[in-house]
Each structure stands twice: as C-alpha cells, then as structure tokens.
C-alpha cells in the first residue's frame, strides 16, 4: 500500500475560482443538485470559493473550496447526496435543530431540508451517484452517518493528488463509487487507509516541486534538496505515487495553466502565453498534454469560465450543459 501523503488534490479539476455567492451557489446546484434557498457571508465584498468536479459513468465527485466563514440555510438536495467535510470545520443542522460535524461522511435524502456552517478555508466533498445507486439508500432517517466510509475517501483523495492521467483519475473514481455501492449492501472493503507518514525525502521531493513555480527541473538537484540518490528518488516516487519526479513537476505545471484559464476574466484568454510561461514551448503538444490529463482540450476549460462570467455579468442563463459539454 503507498505511504499516505496528507493533502488531497482534486483541485487538478477546478472548474470556477474565487467567485461571488451567486455564480458560486448556482453552479453547485446545476452541478450537484444541492440547492440554497438563503446564504449568509461575513465578507459580502470577497469572493466566497471555488469549485471542482469530476464526473464518470458511476457518478459524480464535487469538492466546494470555502474562502470565508458562512452559513448556508434551506439547503436541498434532489437525489441522495453523501457529503464529507474533507477540510476545516463544517456542520449540517438535523431536525430538531442540532448541529452534527460533517467530519462523518453523512448521506441526506432527496427532498430533506437542512442548514450548513462553513467555516474559512474548509472543504465539502459531495459525492452523487448515478440514480440506480442512489435508489439503493432509501433512509430510514433524515440523515444516515457511515464513519466506515471516512476512509474510503480520504484515501481516494489522496490518490487523485497523484493520478497519471484523466482515464486513471476517472478509473479511480469509479472504483470509489464501487466500493461505496459494495459497503451499502452489506459487503466489507478489506483495504484500509495507510496512516503511515511519508518518506521525508519524498515529502521534501514534492514539496520542493509544488512551493517552486520558477524552479526548472533538476533531477540532481531535487534529488540532493531531498536526501536521496538520483535513482532512489525515482524508484521512491515511482513507488509511492505511480509517477516519476519529471511527471510529477510536468503535472504541477499543466496545473498552474489550467488555474490561469479558470481564474482569467478577459474574453480572450493567452492559452499559448500561459502555456509558454510554465515552458511548453509547442502548443499542439501542449494541448495533448492538457486533453489527456484533464479530459477536454484548453479551449473547452476556457469556454466553460467564459459561459459562467457572462451569465453572471448579464444575469443571463446558465445551464449545466453550458459546464459540461466537450
């Protein structure tokens, strides 16, 4: 089993970022199904979060980054959602009023009302299955808290920080919804989450590479930053997280790119200024790099922020084919 690297990463497929409530709370509905009929923030001025997502035949996983402290009130889901606070302190309100941590992955069903406290930089993993799933979690109760589950997903977030590319992020998060079906039908999942703290050398490898936008990469150099030889670093990260340092680095950098696109307000976004300024030099062999990582062409991530600025700019419609369509 790897070792357990702490941070999750789904953020790979950020979709919107820093954006107001409105834009914000809309696409989390066409996107989750999770409405919001009332929302309250302490910094009205500043934007409220970002957002990301990923989609398969299995189902979808939605993780809502919280910039600031807020309440969501009257909260609705249209199918049974499982939701899991991945990060920081959140809490959903029951029936009779009190409040429980959403520490515990808890599912809610369709048609249930509740209330939501987020705190500052926390993050709300929403796991949606596909209807035929879905079906299976008729709940007895207003809501339904599976502790089991906890490291289910943590484990799968771990893993889609490292995946190699869209089919394996896709693949895994198949088999999450797999294993999810298998334990609500009464089945057991005999692999566990590995809680064993990385290698140091490795953490001090990725570190190196995440903390370092400017640094060119160096085997040798990244190799000494860490504490190991060239060639017990490659077969550590090889091992560790199924990719290479170079895969690792280029992955962070496509990243970077792909935040640049989703975070840019003009109308005609530099695609190949960005890609040049993290050193891919080639833009059709950027843009193959880009598809096969992230599972749409740079332009599509461009469209789909532009299709979201303008509906809020114009208070005009926004659908979820808008979002979604290749």
């Given at each position: 089993?790897?070792?357990?690297?702490?941070?999750?990463?789904?953020?790979?497929?950020?979709?919107?970022?820093?954006?107001?409530?409105?834009?914000?709370?809309?696409?989390?509905?066409?996107?989750?199904?999770?409405?919001?009929?009332?929302?309250?923030?302490?910094?009205?001025?500043?934007?409220?979060?970002?957002?990301?997502?990923l989609?398969?035949?299995?189902?979808?996983?939605?993780?809502?980054?919280?910039?600031?402290?807020?309440?969501?009130?009257?909260?609705?889901?249209?199918?049974?959602?499982?939701?899991?606070?991945?990060?920081?302190?959140?809490?959903?309100?029951?029936?009779?009023?009190?409040?429980?941590?959403?520490?515990?992955?808890?599912?809610?069903?369709?048609?249930?009302?509740?209330?939501?406290?987020?705190?500052?930089?926390?993050?709300?993993?929403?796991?949606?299955?596909?209807?035929?799933?879905?079906?299976?979690?008729?709940?007895?109760?207003?809501?339904?808290?599976l502790?089991?589950?906890?490291?289910l997903?943590?484990?799968?977030?771990?893993?889609?920080?490292?995946?190699?590319?869209?089919?394996?992020?896709?693949?895994?998060?198949?088999?999450?919804?797999?294993?999810?079906?298998?334990?609500?039908?009464?089945?057991?999942i005999?692999?566990?989450?590995?809680?064993?703290?990385?290698?140091?050398?490795?953490?001090?490898?990725?570190?190196?590479?995440?903390?370092?936008?400017?640094?060119?990469?160096?085997?040798?150099?990244?190799?000494?930053?860490?504490?190991?030889?060239?060639?017990?670093?490659?077969?550590?990260?090889?091992?560790s997280?199924?990719?290479?340092?170079?895969?690792?680095?280029?992955?962070?950098?496509?990243?970077?790119?792909?935040?640049?696109?989703?975070?840019?307000?003009?109308?005609?976004?530099?695609?190949?200024?960005?890609?040049?300024?993290?050193?891919?030099?080639?833009?059709?062999?950027?843009?193959a790099?880009?598809?096969?990582?992230?599972?749409?062409?740079?332009?599509?991530?461009?469209?789909?922020?532009q299709?979201?600025?303008?509906?809020?700019?114009?208070?005009?419609?926004l659908?979820?084919?808008?979002?979604?369509?290749?």
């Amino acid at each position: 089993m790897r070792n357990a690297i702490t941070k999750s990463e789904l953020d790979a497929y950020i979709r919107i970022d820093r954006v107001f409530c409105q834009p914000w709370f809309r696409t989390i509905g066409l996107i989750s199904g999770l409405s919001f009929t009332g929302c309250r923030s302490y910094q009205v001025t500043k934007p409220v979060g970002g957002l990301a997502w990923l989609t398969t035949s299995a189902g979808k996983v939605i993780c809502l980054h919280v910039a600031q402290q807020m309440e969501a009130g009257h909260c609705r889901a249209s199918i049974p959602l499982l939701l899991f606070a991945s990060g920081g302190d959140i809490s959903i309100s029951s029936s009779d009023g009190a409040w429980q941590s959403l520490s515990v992955p808890t599912w809610v069903r369709s048609g249930d009302e509740f209330d939501l406290r987020l705190a500052e930089n926390s993050r709300l993993i929403v796991l949606k299955p596909t209807l035929e799933l879905a079906e299976t979690n008729l709940l007895a109760g207003t809501y339904q808290q599976l502790p089991a589950i906890a490291p289910l997903i943590k484990r799968y977030l771990q893993s889609t920080r490292f995946y190699i590319d869209d089919a394996h992020a896709k693949a895994l998060t198949r088999e999450l919804f797999g294993q999810l079906a298998k334990l609500q039908a009464g089945g057991q999942i005999t692999e566990v989450l590995d809680t064993s703290p990385p290698d140091r050398r490795l953490q001090r490898a990725i570190d190196k590479i995440e903390q370092n936008p400017n640094w060119e990469f160096n085997l040798q150099e990244l190799a000494s930053y860490s504490g190991a030889s060239e060639r017990n670093l490659y077969y550590l990260m090889k091992r560790s997280t199924g990719l290479t340092p170079y895969r690792f680095y280029q992955r962070q950098r496509l990243i970077r790119v792909r935040r640049r696109l989703v975070d840019c307000q003009a109308r005609e976004p530099h695609i190949s200024r960005y890609a040049a300024d993290e050193g891919f030099s080639h833009l059709g062999r950027f843009a193959a790099l880009y598809r096969e990582h992230f599972g749409e062409l740079p332009s599509k991530t461009v469209r789909c922020r532009q299709h979201l600025y303008e509906a809020d700019m114009n208070a005009g419609e926004l659908t979820c084919e808008m979002l979604t369509q290749r």
